[in-house]
Every structure is written in structure tokens, then in C-alpha cells.
């Protein structure tokens, strides 16, 4: 922890004060407690909708299983969120999920199959990854046999979906205020919070990348 703060403290010098006050500011409110993830989807503007929708509830990090398609969110419509949200890419399949769920994570699967527990009844009182399916087919029958439940959004209408980007922004909302009013200690302990520090420091230095791979070398660390 003691080579993370020094870390830290080093990349503090390259921050204007404004970005200095936003990262400690936004840091406090950060949770992993959620973790999306995302069942190769292809639609650059619904990854970036997701993007969005994460950063907005502190959450902060997603994880992309692909296969035939590539994470790419449109930076036009990700309005900046992509500078703190950190994307973990994975292969689309079942061994991606185990090793999420290896981590501490419940797995969830945004489905209206098998018994679904509406978004509004679900009681969060654990670490949850919600994966979210294909625009155009949903979350997999292979991902929906092995997830431990799965989470359904009432819809009142004659559609019976919503779009992938939409979903994740009210389950991303309603798990946020559930989480608030909860009482659960959720947010990120003082190594993940310094680490997402050092990661948004560097996110938003011109040569971030450079100028920490140099301090690393130099002081013989890993992060």
C-alpha cells in the first residue's frame, strides 16, 4: 500500500488541480460491488451507452467477453466515461465466467429465463456480475444454464425487451440504490480505490502511460 500512495503522490505533479479534486472527490464513491458484463456485444454505441451508464452509478469497471465481436465503444458518445472506466476483455465462454466467479462474484444473468427474480424484488446482499447478452439474440442458453440466478426488468408494454444499453443503465441505477440504503459496505477498499487513483492519474496525463512505466523501472515496482 505504502508504494501505492508514493505512487500516487509522484503523478500528483502532473495534475492540474481541478483533475487532482475530481479524482479524490469521485475515488470515495467507487464500487466493484457490481460488475457488468458484457456477452459480446457489437454495437459501438450501445458499448458506449454501457460506458456511460457505469461511470454515472461509480461503478467503474466492466468486463467484455468477446468472440466474433470487439468492445469498441464510440468515444463521441461516451462523453469522456472511458477515461475512468476500466475494461477487462475476455474470451466468450464459460471459463471467462468461472474466473469471474472464482473472484467472489455471483453470477447473473439478465434473462426473463428460468425463473427470473424481477430487478425490483432482488435483494442485493452480495458481490454480483450481471452479464448482459447480444443486441440481437441476449444472454446465451450456455451462460443462462450456468449463472446462479437470473435478473429480469418488469416491462408493462407489447415489447419485450429493452436494448441492451438501456438495460444496463436501470440495473446499473436500481442496484446503485439498493446499495445506498442497504447498509452493505460496498465501496472499494483503500488498495483498489489507490490503485483506480493511479490509473485515472495516468488515464489523464497526455504521456501517462510513459511517465509511469519510467517511475515503475526506476523504483524496481510492480503495481
Same mark, same amino acid.
Given at each position: &500500500?505504502?508504494?501505492?500512495?508514493? @505512487? ?7 495534475? @492540474? ?30 458499448? $458506449? ?9 461509480? !461503478? ?9 465481436? %470487439?468492445?469498441?465503444?464510440?468515444? @463521441? ?31 447473473? $444473468? ?11 424484488? +432482488?435483494?442485493? @446482499? ?12 441476449? %444472454? ?5 444454464? !450456468? ?20 438495460? $444496463?443503465?436501470?440495473?446499473? +441505477? ?19 480505490? &489507490? ?29
Amino acid at each position: &500500500m505504502e508504494d501505492l500512495a508514493q @505512487t500516487f503522490e509522484y503523478l500528483k505533479q502532473f495534475l @492540474t488541480e481541478e483533475r487532482l479534486s475530481k479524482i479524490e472527490h469521485f475515488s470515495q464513491e467507487s464500487s466493484d460491488f457490481v460488475l457488468p458484463v458484457m456477452d459480446d456485444v457489437y454495437q459501438f454505441r450501445n458499448a $458506449a451507452a454501457i460506458i456511460r451508464s457505469v461511470e454515472a452509478n461509480a !461503478f467503474h469497471k466492466v468486463v467484455a467477453m468477446e468472440e466474433e465481436n %470487439v468492445f469498441d465503444p464510440n468515444l @463521441t458518445v461516451t462523453k469522456g466515461a472511458e477515461t475512468w472506466v476500466e475494461v477487462e476483455k475476455m474470451a466468450k465462454n464459460i471459463a471467462s465466467l468461472q474466473n469471474i466467479k472464482d473472484r467472489g462474484y455471483k453470477i447473473l $444473468a439478465v434473462s426473463l429465463e428460468k425463473n427470473a427474480v424481477m430487478l425490483p424484488d +432482488y435483494q442485493i @446482499t452480495e458481490p454480483i456480475a450481471l452479464v448482459f447478452g447480444t443486441e440481437m439474440e441476449g %444472454v446465451s442458453e450456455e451462460v443462462i444454464d !450456468f449463472a446462479d440466478e437470473t435478473l429480469a426488468i418488469p416491462m408493462y408494454g407489447l415489447t419485450r425487451s429493452y436494448n441492451v444499453s438501456v438495460a $444496463a443503465g436501470i440495473c446499473m +441505477y436500481e442496484l446503485k440504490q439498493k446499495l445506498i440504503k442497504s447498509g452493505i459496505d460496498y465501496k472499494l477498499s483503500e488498495e483498489k480505490k &489507490m490503485k483506480m487513483k493511479i490509473r485515472w492519474a495516468v488515464n489523464s496525463m497526455r504521456s501517462g502511460k510513459q511517465i509511469i512505466e519510467k517511475y515503475l523501472r526506476d523504483h524496481h515496482l510492480e503495481l
